[in-house]
């Protein structure tokens, strides 16, 4: 089938090379023309494991291509929004500004019974609203909302091999596109994954919106659920670790997602959060969703108490000592800083004039576009050399596995490791000489 995805960011470029990868015929359109050029060179513009591969082997396959101009999806008979839904300035609401001039641009490029399909995440009533710009277009097309739930680090699997497929159809009176067409059209589009036996929802518009929205509020809950527990044992002297391990047995609640630490950030599910906040209360339903404030307050108090954390550790060395926080992105496996709790660290920390280096394997790049100030270096050796304080924020693999006996060598004399993650062997860092704290740990 011929496919256009608008929007090639994180979402769109993946979706866009899995797409082809599954055998459409792929056109991607961007409004980034610097981000079009190194995609259709073959460069990924952003780490993501596995992209590379399946960018190339589309654009091998000429299958692939990307654009800047709109005009080249015409003939697509779908059409893929993914374009970005950022936090509004000044506010919690979504600024919904992308998705409604993609829409409105995408309109005289609709063939008949084409499908607009929306997958960037909006707040609830957004796919009706759009749906009526489409049909009143008078073009024959139709639009379908199909909410995506891939994990940065885990793009491409969680693209190609979904936990579930959620289809959002209309079925409005004289719609061009009836909500069974658009189901198998969806169907086509996914053949080799509905095939391999995927749950598939299919549903209104309302609810698909609703699914993707209560899924991230879900997930952050569960992780301020756990670092609520966090604060708790600190002033107790209790242990989350093994606190999440002994409700995790109970299968109601489940180990995943429960590791306390430094909080949630990205691109999505604090934005996503404030966003459903937002729209809840404009539908006048505020207090169904007002935990979410709360929510998103633990999940910024667990940045405040890794600072705190750093100042305590240093003590009278507060405008001496040397801090190295390890990792930048928000979480590993991606270059992504958008409201990332290391980079915030870092920001915070410089700002209260500590002495302070920041490395990362994949973000230092971006981390230094938005923040020249700050200092960086190539590698954790570097930055823990003569340290007093060292702070893993971002667990990346390479801090996870470091060793702290050689560690301690390259560090100042008495160092202390604050583990933002609580991923490290505390008794391993002990022994290798570390004052060891963790996050709710004693
Ligand atoms: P992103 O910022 O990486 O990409 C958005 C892209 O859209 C950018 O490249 C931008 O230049 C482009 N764009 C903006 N306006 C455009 C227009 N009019 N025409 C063409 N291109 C345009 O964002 P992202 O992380 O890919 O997220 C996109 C959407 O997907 C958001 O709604 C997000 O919440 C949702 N989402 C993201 C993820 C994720 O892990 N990143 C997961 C699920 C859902």
């Not at 600190?234 to 989350?240: F, N």
């Not at 100030?373 to 954790?380: E, P």
Request: charged share 25%; glycine share 10%; aromatic share 6%.
């Amino acid at each position: 089938m011929r496919v256009s995805v608008i929007g090639a960011g994180y979402l769109g470029a993946v979706h866009a090379a899995a797409m082809a990868s599954i055998g459409h015929d792929v056109v991607a359109v961007d409004i980034d023309a610097a981000r079009i050029a190194r995609l259709q060179a073959g460069e990924t513009p952003f780490h993501e494991p596995g992209f590379e591969p399946l960018l190339r082997t589309g654009l091998n396959s000429g299958r692939l291509r990307f654009t800047t101009d709109l005009s080249e999806v015409a003939t697509a008979r779908v059409h893929f929004i993914a374009v970005g839904t950022p936090q509004v300035a000044g506010g919690n609401a979504a600024d919904l500004s992308y998705v409604d001039a993609a829409v409105t641009d995408l309109l005289p490029h609709l063939g008949a019974g084409a499908l607009v399909v929306g997958k960037s995440t909006v707040p609830v009533g957004t796919a009706a609203r759009l749906a009526e710009l489409v049909e009143g277009a008078g073009r024959g097309a139709g639009l379908a909302w199909n909410p995506e739930f891939l994990r940065e680090g885990y793009a491409v699997a969680d693209t190609l091999k979904p936990d579930r497929l959620v289809y959002g159809v209309r079925d409005a009176p004289g719609a061009a596109v009836s909500a069974a067409v658009a189901e198998q059209l969806l169907d086509e589009v996914y053949a080799p994954i509905v095939a391999s036996g995927t749950p598939k929802v299919v549903t209104d518009t309302a609810t698909a919106e609703l699914v993707k929205v209560a899924a991230n509020a879900f997930l952050a809950t569960k992780i301020s659920f756990i670092n609520a527990m966090s604060e708790i044992a600190e002033v107790t002297g209790a242990d989350v670790t093994t606190l999440a391990d002994a409700i995790g047995y109970d299968e109601r609640i489940g180990r995943r997602f429960l590791n306390a630490g430094v909080g949630f950030g990205g691109g999505c599910l604090p934005k996503d959060i404030r966003a459903f906040t937002a729209r809840a209360e404009e539908l006048g339903r505020g207090e169904s969703v007002a935990f979410l404030k709360e929510v998103d307050a633990i999940n910024l108090r667990r940045r405040d108490r890794v600072v705190e954390l750093v100042l305590d550790s240093l003590g009278q060395r507060r405008y001496t000592g040397r801090v190295a926080v390890l990792g930048v992105t928000f979480k590993p496996d991606s270059d992504d800083i958008r409201d990332s709790p290391a980079l915030d660290v870092v920001v915070r920390l410089r700002g209260l004039g500590v002495d302070v280096v920041v490395t990362d394997p994949r973000g230092l790049d971006n981390a230094r576009a938005m923040h020249p100030q700050l200092t960086y270096v190539a590698t954790a050796e570097e930055a823990l050399a003569d340290v007093d304080v060292a702070v893993l924020v971002t667990e990346w693999r390479d801090y996870r596995e470091l060793d702290p006996v050689a560690m301690a060598r390259l560090a100042g004399a008495a160092p202390t490791i604050i583990d933002g993650r609580n991923v490290l062997q505390p008794a391993a860092w002990r022994a290798a000489g570390w004052t060891y704290r963790g996050l709710g740990r004693p």
